[in-house]
T-cell receptor, first 115, second 114 residues
């Protein structure tokens, strides 16, 4: 049973389109994240939510809009896709608060290709 | 926000030998977590080792150990008896106790040669 699952795994779309990536975690975690991994493998945080509340929004263009309908889901909607949006997008989750075994669990990533 | 620096973009090591990957970070917080994650070509993110900042003892996990120097804000990873399966990108990461803000270094590409 997958802990953090994101769909789709691959997404190829044309410039100007709008697309969504879905993420669900079944770990009961309070915190969820979206990261963007570029072609140089750099992992940049985009957003994080604690208990459905937006905590981090890292200078991401307004075309990117996260939505957290409940604690277990964090979806990413992207409007007017551009070539530079091509990357691998990772969803992750972790348990909020001091916890001896805390770690971030990652989804398998979504490779977005904008043509 | 916290920053994490990995100054070695690429490293290589012979199979069965030992290699150390470097990581430094910058924070004003006193309590936090540090991690090393491995990303093989499958792109899955795999936790290698975890360190709580309040613990003075360095974490170890089988062939993997860390050298945590809190005052110097340094967190290096030592891989002993390197195996071909250790070939991957390795990311150092910092997580805040306060809000779980998690930041990654730029990564080190490690190649284990037979």
């Amino acid at each position: 049973d997958t802990a953090v699952s994101q769909t789709p795994k691959y997404l190829v779309t044309q410039m100007g389109n709008d697309k969504s990536i879905k993420c669900e975690q079944n770990l009961g975690h309070d915190t969820m994240y979206w990261y963007k991994q570029d072609s140089k493998k750099f992992l940049k945080i985009m957003f994080s939510y604690n208990n459905k509340e937006l905590i981090i929004n890292e200078t991401v263009p307004n075309r990117f809009s996260p939505k957290s309908p409940d604690k277990a889901h964090l979806n990413l909607h992207i409007n007017s896709l551009e070539l530079g949006d091509s990357a691998v997008y990772f969803c992750a989750s972790s348990q909020l608060g001091a916890n001896l075994n805390t770690e971030a669990f990652f989804g398998q990533g979504t490779r977005l290709t904008v043509v | 926000a916290q920053t994490v620096t990995q100054s070695q973009p690429e490293m290589s090591v012979q199979e069965a030998e030992t290699v150390t990957l470097s990581c430094t970070y910058d924070t004003s917080e006193s309590n936090y977590y540090l991690f090393w994650y491995k990303q093989p070509p499958s792109r899955q993110m795999i936790l290698v080792i975890r360190q709580e900042a309040y613990k003075q003892q360095n974490a170890t996990e089988n062939r993997f150990s860390v050298n945590f120097q809190k005052a110097a804000k340094s967190f290096s990873l030592k891989i002993s008896d390197s195996q071909l399966g250790d070939t991957a990108m390795y990311f150092c990461a910092f997580m805040s106790y306060n809000n779980n803000d998690m930041r990654f270094g730029a990564g080190t590409r490690l190649t284990v040669k037979p």
